[in-house]
Nanobody, 125 residues
Framework: VQLQASGGGLVEAGGSLRLSCAASGRTVNNYIMAWFRQAPGKEREFVAGIVRTGVRKDYGDSAKGRFTISRENTRNTVNLQMNSLRPEDTAVYYC???????????????????WGQGTQVTVSS
């Protein structure tokens, strides 16, 4: 599976961005998908995750109430709508996926098998 993240850019604080992660090589409809981010000098952190059906989602504390993860299985794509962006949201955002049958959406890097290349999000104050 290859994951291609896009949609990053430079935005002012309070603005919005929509990230997309397009999968190729095989369908990810049976994968748990997630977004992580990594700021300079910091560890990669969980942002949001979504189960195969899209019914259940989970968010990191920094994303709750501002970000929304969704998936379009017909397009083999996962999206992250980010609103009310803050300078501290500045990071490289990565999409990730796993086909392992976790009972809950995992929030740690090692639980995911496939990673995209990352897309830079910069929020100016």
């Amino acid at each position: 599976v290859q994951l291609q993240a896009s949609g990053g850019g430079l935005v002012e604080a309070g603005g919005s961005l929509r990230l997309s992660c397009a999968a190729s090589g095989r369908t990810v409809n049976n994968y748990i998908m997630a977004w992580f981010r990594q700021a300079p000098g910091k560890e990669r952190e969980f942002v949001a995750g979504i189960v195969r059906t899209g019914v259940r989602k989970d968010y990191g504390d920094s994303a709750k109430g501002r970000f929304t993860i969704s998936r379009e299985n017909t397009r083999n794509t996962v999206n992250l709508q980010m609103n009310s962006l803050r300078p501290e949201d500045t990071a490289v955002y990565y999409c990730a996926g796993t086909s392992r049958p976790y009972g809950q959406i995992p929030t740690t890097v090692t639980n995911y098998d496939f990673w995209g290349q990352g897309t830079q999000v910069t929020v100016s104050s």
